[in-house]
């Protein structure tokens, strides 16, 4: 099976570690990896900022770099979401609009396609840790997945997963919205941050790179001892001394 990584703009210049974690999961599953070398920035903060014809620029330059790609595989519910709505920017074009459901369609979060795709939710994973995982919005609200990472973490051997009070709430972050609201999203962020310190976790897990710097910034600034890992990094760990 041949997989073209989406890393995103978070991942690629934040993230990286997150990036080949992501490649040694998909390798180790037999999977083929490859690295469009064209893929830009998925035009969501312009789409969400109301720039439809600019997200729709970044959007073309995308599906120029994956529509030759046999599955779309990124760290990001939310980006991922963002690639499903291409379709729509395109309804007076019929090309565009043909080319961007063909890439819509083979796009996928990493847990999504590891758990629908790949069909396997047991990767060998073991991580000693009390963990707590937060939902990211874009990806369970408008990817629609909510499962794929639980069903994964719950055969991570050693890690104790406790729920999240309100884990359904946003964290602040939204993009733009954090910039242009600032004052709101600080006090959103806060109350995500409590509701972790409430289950006296050790580490906090996500999907969305995007979520995780932004609450991690918070958490930083707090003096809290908590570590902030994408979920790729906890299923792609192996105490020491396991294979």
Known sequence: ???SLFITCLGEIFYPNVGKDVVEILEREGCDIDFP???TCCGQPAYNSGYKEDAAKAAKQMIRSFEDSEYVVTPSGSCAAMVREYPGLFEENTVWHNRAEKVAAKTFELTQFIVNVLRKED???SYNARATYHTSCH???LLGEKEAPFKLLKHVKGLELIPLSNSYDCCGFGGTFAVKMGPISGQMVDEKVRHVEETDAD????ADNACLMNIKGRIDRRGKP???MHIAQILNHREEGEA
Do not use: C
């Open 37 to 39: 070398a064209g893929q």
């Open 1 to 3: 099976m041949k997989v």
């Open 226 to 228: 908590i570590e902030v």
């Open 139 to 141: 990806m369970t609200r």
């Open 123 to 125: 990767l060998g994973a």
């Open 203 to 206: 580490i906090l897990i996500g």
